[in-house]
């Protein structure tokens, strides 16, 4: 029956495609962001998405929110129109306006670019004077293309700028409610019923319900988990569970339950929730006690609060029905956790962390056109950062991804000299690596990065003996041996100073660039003469210990450190140690494995349905990603919590292959692992519109369908099982073709549907 699904999808896929090609409307810009976000015309009341647009909110009466734009000179970005294969923008004209009919009428009385003989349609600078504070502007663009020439203008889009407002700042969206019911509810026992929202969500609760007297009573409880057909009072950890008195009024009456405040996830450096949201909870169920009246499902509503979100902005279905799963629940995780309007640890702590950051961060490019939400999470981490070594590092690691994603290198330049500090170069010792343990972390340095302490190694978490870990229980760390230069820490450092020589180019500073990029090349081959034990083909933890880990091998992998010779034997020494790490950690351990051919591995390590799998996250009931693989490994562990979400980000960027190799994507790779997969269809979406591509994978052939969207570039990337027999291109034979490490290469593929076929001979 998939297989029969997946086939009509595929084709169905083609004919929607072709069917864009052949329509003669005119083409129009679409998708415009104004300081990367979209929805910048809108209005919300109590976080409910309104009617009424910015520009009629004299008419608003009550408070009401809005997307504030906070620099005095934003940017724009716009999908460039046309389905014509090769598509390229060759000019743009924007203008802005300070009232819709200008705007409307193609006026820009605040300014006119001219045409702008470009190609550039993403974090484009609006060069006119600065913009004032707590005001209406409309700007609209029409482009040029090298297919269709000039475009039609761009709807109207509109902003209110901030009461303040600098060069750069960077905006976010207001947080918002969602309003949904029960998809069931019964009766349990006498006068109790148990109401199933069907997922998680961090919300509120409201009832309506009926009393005979005003002496009626009844308990609500709320909860993520259930225990024999009842909500788990007392499930552990930080899974939550809260119960609610509630005393009833004579008559028919709508009650909303207000949710108690608790001390840890309010404390002072907890993100707290606006006034506008009020305090939230995270539940699944409802269980109402003391109740006779039939209860229906229209009776009880939840308001759940979270960033906005575009469900329909991706798609994953394949021919593996639990990778299908696992999909859904990571995908819907970053939605669900997003409620704080920043990136946060789950519900124990409301804390930013940099590790959860940066999994959020690659899952919510993933599956949706969203990039304020990582940017202000990472803004607000250089300021307020965490302890853990690596999580120091991984800040720089966030910001570069941020311009990768989206292009606009402002947030680089306004931070750069507060990420140089993170490189921990300070931390160097006369061997080279860095160390937290030697003496190096002096007030200066602490002051440098932020930090009121001093930083330590983390590896992976938790550690052993702590958080309710017995000293016998194995932690997280699969036994890794802390010395004085942590293989791991020292991996991290090495990554950033390669991504410091690229911000350093992207902003300007070339002399820092091309010390960044020196320091990288000595570091790794110090690093690998001082971990790599070339006996056992494997890194050692630290260099005063010959003990080997799973983290001590797969970081080198993930960052590129390994030798194309020793590659191999590092692979299988990942393969020996199944899934010892958390779920943390296994974000680098897939990254790792794809990184390194591993993909017949890393397919295991994504659909395996043991208890240190995203699978048992499913089956013990959570549907949103858990803490830690299960409760007997991070006993305090919440249902929670994105950072165990890196499925979300691994399918499209490793499995499907889907990656940027220039900013905001103007240029980028498809290249599939299928591994055993038969078949596989996504959409992604990115800044310049989405990337489609499906597959059917079979024995004697392999089958590529890709849609690239206009603007863009990609290289493409067919699989080679066997000796190559043929090759097909949109029905056409190709005769040249490029081979390179296992692959059919086709470079600099522009927009467009292609369909591509291979048949393989023999051995």
């Not at 499902?297 to 798609?315: L, W």
């Not at 959409?683 to 369908?705: C, D, H, Q, Y």
């Amino acid at each position: 029956m998939i297989h029969k699904i997946l086939n009509r999808t595929l084709l169905l896929f083609l004919a929607v495609c072709l069917n864009v090609l052949s329509q003669a409307e005119e083409l129009k810009p679409s998708g415009l962001l104004t300081d990367l976000i979209e929805h910048t015309d809108r209005t919300w009341i109590n976080g409910i998405l309104s009617n009424i647009p910015v520009w009629q909110t004299e008419e608003v009466i009550e408070p009401f929110e809005s997307v504030k734009i906070c620099s005095t000179h934003p940017t724009f970005s716009w999908i460039v129109p046309g389905e014509k294969q090769n598509t390229r923008q060759i000019a743009y004209r924007i203008i802005v306006s300070d009232n819709y009919a200008e705007a409307a009428s193609g006026n820009g009385t605040i300014w006119d670019s001219g045409q702008i003989c470009d190609g550039r349609s993403t974090a484009v600078l609006y060069k006119g004077n600065a913009l004032r504070e707590d005001k209406l502007y409309f700007w609209r663009v029409k482009t040029v293309t090298n297919t269709d020439g000039e475009s039609e203008w761009s709807d109207v889009k509109a902003f209110l700028t901030a009461d303040s407002l600098s060069e750069y700042a960077a905006s976010h969206y207001p947080q918002v409610k969602t309003t949904d019911h029960p998809v069931n509810i019964h009766l349990v026992e006498k006068k109790v019923w148990l109401a199933d929202f069907g997922k998680d969500a961090f919300g509120q609760l409201l009832i309506t319900l009926t009393a005979n007297s005003d002496k009626d009573k009844v308990i609500v409880h709320l909860g993520e988990c259930i225990t024999n057909g009842r909500l788990d009072r007392n499930p552990g950890g930080t899974i939550r569970y809260h119960s609610y008195s509630l005393s009833l009024l004579k008559g028919t009456h709508t009650y909303r339950i207000k949710i108690a405040k608790d001390k840890r996830n309010t404390s002072q450096a907890a993100v707290l929730m606006p006034t506008y949201v009020g305090e939230v909870v995270p539940f699944r169920f409802c269980e109402i006690e003391g109740y006779e009246p039939v209860l229906k499902q229209e009776n009880i509503a939840r308001e759940y609060t979270h960033y906005p979100f575009d469900e329909t902005a991706s798609s994953f279905y394949c021919s593996n029905d639990t990778l299908n799963q696992i999909w859904d629940l990571c995908k819907y995780s970053i939605k669900a956790t997003s409620f704080a309007g920043i990136y946060v640890d789950g519900d124990r702590e409301r804390i930013p962390y940099e590790a959860d950051a940066l999994i959020n961060q690659l899952s919510h490019y993933s599956v949706d056109r969203e990039y304020s939400l990582a940017r202000r999470s990472y803004e607000y981490l250089l300021k307020s950062p965490t302890w853990p070594t690596e999580w120091i590092l991984q800040a720089i690691m966030i910001a570069w991804y941020d311009y990768l994603y989206t292009g606009d290198n402002r947030s680089l330049k306004a931070t750069y000299q507060q990420l140089k500090p993170r490189t921990l170069m300070q931390l160097r010792e006369k061997n080279g690596l860095i160390s937290t343990t030697t003496g190096l972390q002096t007030p200066e340095f602490q002051k440098s990065i932020h930090f009121n302490g001093e930083i330590r190694d983390i590896v992976d978490w938790p550690h052993t003996g702590i958080l309710g870990l017995n000293n016998e229980e194995g932690g997280e760390t699969d036994g890794f041996v802390f010395t004085d230069y942590n293989v791991v820490t020292n991996a991290f450092h090495y990554e950033v100073l390669k991504q410091m020589a690229d911000i350093g180019k992207v902003i300007g500073e070339l002399e820092e660039a091309d010390f960044y990029k020196q320091q990288a090349e000595m570091f790794k081959k110090r690093y690998n003469r001082l971990f790599f034990d070339k006996r056992r083909g494997v890194y050692r933890d630290g260099i005063s210990t010959e003990h080997a880990s799973l983290h001590g091998n797969m970081f080198p992998l993930t960052f590129n450190m390994v030798s194309d010779g020793n590659k191999k034997r590092v692979l299988d020494f990942l393969k020996t140690r199944d899934m010892a790490c958390s779920v943390y950690g296994s974000q680098f351990l897939m990254d790792a494995l794809y990184n390194a051919g591993g993909a017949d591995y890393a397919l295991q390590m994504l659909t395996k349905t043991d208890d240190r799998s995203w699978y048992n996250m499913i089956r013990v009931g959570s549907t949103i990603s858990l803490e830690a693989w299960d409760n007997k490994y991070k006993p305090n562990q919440d249902w929670n919590h994105a950072w165990g979400s890196a499925p979300a980000n691994i399918i499209p960027r490793k499995l499907m292959g889907i990656e940027p190799l220039g900013p905001a994507f103007e240029t980028f790779k498809i290249k599939p692992q299928p591994s055993t997969l038969e078949r596989a269809s996504i959409k992604m979406p990115t800044i310049r519109g989405e990337i489609e591509v499906s597959f059917i994978n079979k024995p004697a052939s392999f089958e590529l369908l890709a849609r690239i969207p206009s603007n863009t570039l990609a290289d493409i990337y067919l699989p080679v099982k066997k000796r190559v027999k043929s090759i097909v291109m949109n029905g056409e034979r190709i005769q040249k073709l490029k081979q390179v490490d296992g692959y059919i290469l086709l470079e600099d593929v522009g927009s467009g549907v292609y369909q591509f076929e291979i048949e393989f001979g023999g051995n």
